[in-house]
């Protein structure tokens, strides 16, 4: 495992996780909201990581990356595009998790000629659902509502949590089912899940708060691309219990997305589907 910084225009840096071998086929995965390159610890926390290359870029205001407020789905197609040159992969693989899916998408569609599949596992789909927050968990739903009208005072009431990886934590794991709560107490589980927050907060309350705010309405708001018709190779998964993001979203996913599959996994809730999916896919 190698972590280096990545120099961008403007001065900022990309903080970059690579692992596994680099001549194995190359996956670059796009974290959660909130998320880190750290998150790829619970990806991969109960599988063989030998077989592929996979590479975890902080987006910016998160772990390493130097914060950036006007940060736009293409700026994330130029960051994944120019690690990948310093790295000379000329294809690869997107796996994206959470909010990070709709990253993935985005990226897909500007570098469908660079792009062999594409993994999305727990995506919202807001603006392409009748009612996305009835089709959400009550901290989820009332997150995505204040980012759209109220942004500056959810990064306000945000930064109180953001400000302290344990009480991010904390809401997060009330907002599981018990089901999964129970799952994620394996102590190896537990630690990469722990880790990804503190990473994800390194730099402060605010700069996370900020963070997280900006990349849910990107989520949120009509996306300014078209992945009906990617012309690559894409899965989906979508835990049947996840209580954040439930299954109606994945479902409406794979309704748009032409050619896609879906699998809904039973039993099976929003971070636990991460490490299944990535089990049965990657």
Known sequence: MQIYRTPRQGGRFLSVMDTGPADAPAWFYCHGIPGSKKEVLMATARNKTESVRLIAIDRPGYGGSTQMKSYRFADHTDDVQAVAEQLQINKFSLLGFSGGGVFAMATATALKERVNRVVLVGTPAVPIQ?????????????????????????????????????????????????????????????????????????????????????????????????????????????????????????????????????????????????????????
């Not at 904390?170 to 018990?178: C, G, N």
């Not at 700069?207 to 018709?229: H, N, Y």
């Not at 209580?243 to 896609?260: D, N």
């Open 130 to 282: 009748n009612s996305p927050y009835k089709h959400a968990g009550k901290l989820t739903a009332e997150t995505w509502h204040a980012a759209l009208t109220a942004p500056q005072d959810l990064i306000t009431q945000l930064a109180d949590i953001t400000g302290d990886s344990a009480l991010l934590a904390a809401a997060l794991m009330d907002s599981l089912s018990d089901q999964e709560r129970q799952f994620l107490q394996a102590s190896q589980l537990r630690k990469a899940f722990q880790k990804n927050l503190v990473a994800a907060t390194q730099q402060g309350g605010l700069i996370a708060a900020d963070s997280i705010v900006r990349d849910i309405q990107l989520m949120a708001r009509e996306w300014p691309f078209s992945v009906g018709d990617l012309g690559v190779p894409i899965e989906i998964f979508h835990g049947e219990n996840d209580a954040l993001v439930h299954l109606e979203h994945g479902q409406a996913l794979a309704s748009f997305i032409s050619g896609s599959v879906l699998t809904a996994l039973p039993n099976s809730g929003h971070y636990d589907t991460l490490i299944k999916a990535y089990q049965r896919s990657i």
